[in-house]
């Protein structure tokens, strides 16, 4: 099972494919998808989609997961995010493809066992699980890398749970 | 010149074509994309997308306005809306339609000469302009009128600037 974690923003959005396979994840590819600062936005939304859909369409995914968007201070910051994620999903919902959605404390608490946890600690559980080769930066990065790690666990949970109920 | 005013929304986005010939306006026709209730969030994003790119592509409007967003209360409905706006952006971008955005307050004073007309003085105004015919519901269709005619003003504006210069 490929899955495609996605840290949506219009400036950047990280992108990993976490791989699973007998109960073990491994860290396919990733990367970002950026869009040029001094555009106009609508451009930005428009080369971001047409990005996302180049790597929909190549990935093999077989599920897409994304964190749920909670902001309570920049709501400027919050609209702007809000509106790539749009976009993104559209992205998504365009491919036919599965779509998972956690909220910020569902991811922290699949990777690192805390939904409290920073971000420090949710990075270096993240090179715990997939590999020292997975980049330090940007955040964006490895946030995609936790929600793809969120949802490979919790699919490994549902499984189980359906086993035991046989 | 044929101006596609558009309010942004998930459940319903308003559109109006707003004609400008020789100072005068005219609603030339009206309405709103809707998605269905029922399905999930980025099955309705791509409805929406669909919709909003078969709108452009017969409107034959020459340019596209919207209003800018401002929320304070509610940055669950905040997002959501912004979710849709950037699938609209992206729609619009796609078409390489000129975009024009005004914030609440210009769209109100281009409309009834106050920045803090409320909601009913805005549609009395833009049924004093584009005729009684408009329809009296929803809020959608009207806001869509009002930033349509508030680029209609603006644009007229600076045709009237450029000419004095001359």
Known sequence: MLVLGLDPGLALTGWAL??????????????C???AAGSPEASRLLDLS??????????GAQAVAVE???FSRNVTT???VSQARGVLLCSVARHRMELAEYTPGEVKQAVTGSGAADKRQVARMVRLILGQEVPLSPDDLTDACAVGICHQHSRGLLRALAASRL
Chains 1, 2 share one sequence.
Do not use: H, K
Request: net charge positive; proline share 0%; aromatic share 4%.
């Open 68 to 70: 749920r968007l909670f």
């Open 50 to 59: 047409d990005q996302a859909d180049a790597l929909l369409g190549r990935s």
């Open 78 to 80: 919050a609209m702007a």
């Open 33 to 35: 998808l950026r869009t």
């Open 18 to 31: 976490v791989e699973g396979e007998r109960g073990r994840l491994r860290l396919r590819e990733a990367g």
